[in-house]
């Protein structure tokens, strides 16, 4: 008895190998099985699937990026103007990507950090703020507004203010003698719905024309976004990304929940605060780039969760990115190609990926 | 071993006519063994045993496990010296009961299992029974099954302490049976300190070392099984009338 379990004890072993068929408990069998092993693949099957899906997503998106760049070009194909265009819509892509990166890690990242797989980063009121600030310059300004509220400098106080926003929000609530994630959504709910009703009055008495031109603005707009930001974008999201990367495996942990993590030695309070300054600072490049996405972010994280089937972040990650951008780019596709309409890209996603969604979810019956 | 001095706890605004503290409690639980934890509702077994697991502030006083203050402790460090469990134990991600388990390894690989680690696991799972099951997903399993899971987990995390709030809840009989046998096999083969928050007496006498009696938030009684059951300290504690009786297996405190 006391040769097999001696690894689980304290104390060193007594002795090694030498009585391995008494007491014919099963502790023995883990010598003749095969490995057994651990890790975020559970099974052969479960592999194969895992790679088949990132498979087709990879297909999908290359598929919809040569479509992108490539379909209804006027010039003949391998003309200097054909290359010239195609150049052009190079833009697009990498906003889709840009958005898509930020809002998979995001939404991912928040629904480990709050233990909770129903709501998304939207939620908490960023979108909210930036739909006020827009709304408020518009509203104090006429449409001369909107201009100041575009541009590189305006661009990055925006999405500073987001992050600030979110940062003290969340520090004031997680330290403290609140330290309570649900009155941490709670009041971020609130905030959201305040700032949502407050931009929805001052839109109420706006002039048409200029209640268009925030509309167009308000809309999630993939062809409209501002490709000066990208620079500047891109590094930052990136940085944010390779951050939760690498605490990739505390956020396993930290999805356990606070006793489980705290248990294991990982500091929860700390991690969340970490977490989701890193989210508020990936939703304020996505936000800034294309306005709201509301349900962009929901509908991959879920995706996600379904199709990895696994705690691994390092698995769900890419699986999310690679789900978003097939997701957007073909509803961009889509929109431009057949509707003629690339503005509204935000109505396919919540229709199709709405659809695609309840099935998923119907057929497995589980978050 | 544990060892607190005047720890207390406050729950409500203090001098508040709703204030309620738990404390200041003094004593030594010695290593080895199990200890059972007992009490009435609200004598605040759970909050000291959740405390003990730093997974609660303490607001005054000092608890050491092993030599090492819990709260000033690096956390790294406590979680490889004590593992607790908590009552409440629900998980958004999906797992199975080998993921599960593979996760109380954290403390020692910080996720990157090794050889080691996946024998720990192995042998954490092999001793609760759980070999069939290893590859189960935890949503497949019964209430029984799901709870020794849980018990693996803090088992393979390796600690010569394992604090256990309440783990016979919900269990039938038969579980809750299988559950106490197993652990008092991780206190005598694997050398395991384990201190448990139980609910009934008759568990605690009979497969515990010593007795913790808890009573409006202080400990009343610290002692052997059969020093604790008496008819007049059981009443004591727990307010209500007891007569001790020898059963088949030991004493049998009967209340009903």
Redesign the interface.
Known sequence: ??T??G?????PPVSSGTETASAG???C??ATQP??????I??RRHGVRYWGVMALLGGLSVFFTAGILGYDNPMPFGSDGYWLIARMRVETVLVIGVVVFCQAMATVSF?TAT???IITPSIMGFESLYVAIQTGAVFFFGIAGITLVTGLPQFLMQAGAMVLFATILYTWLLSGKFSNIHIMLLVGVVIGGGLGSLSTFMQRVLTPSEFDVLTARLFGNIGNARGEYLPYAIPIALAAAGVLWLRA??L??V??????A??????HRREVMIILALVSVLMAMSTSLVGPMTFLGFLVATLA?QFA???SHRMLFPMAMLIGYTVLAGAYFIMRNIFYAQGAVTLIIELIGGIVFLIVLMRKG?? | MISLTEVAKNYGSAGASDAVAIGPVSVDIAAGGITALVGPNGAGKSTILTMIGRLLDVDAGRIEVAGHDVVKSPSKTIAKILSILRQENHFVTRLTVRQLVGFGRFPHSQGRLTHEDERHISEAIDFLDLTALEGRYLDQLSGGQRQRAYVAMVLAQGTDYVLLDEPLNNLDMQHAVQMMQQLRRAADELGRTVVIVLHDINFAARYSDRILAMKDGVVVEHGTPAEIMQDAVLTRVFDTEVTVIEGPGGPLAVYY
Do not use: E
């Open positions: 008895m006391t097999q379990l690894h689980l004890r304290r104390t408990t099963t502790a069998a883990a490995r057994r092993h651990s890790g975020a559970t099974t629904q233990n909770n797989r495996r505390r396993n942990v999805a356990l929940g606070r006793n489980t705290d248990n294991l030695g990982v500091d969760y089937d696994t705690y589980r978050l």
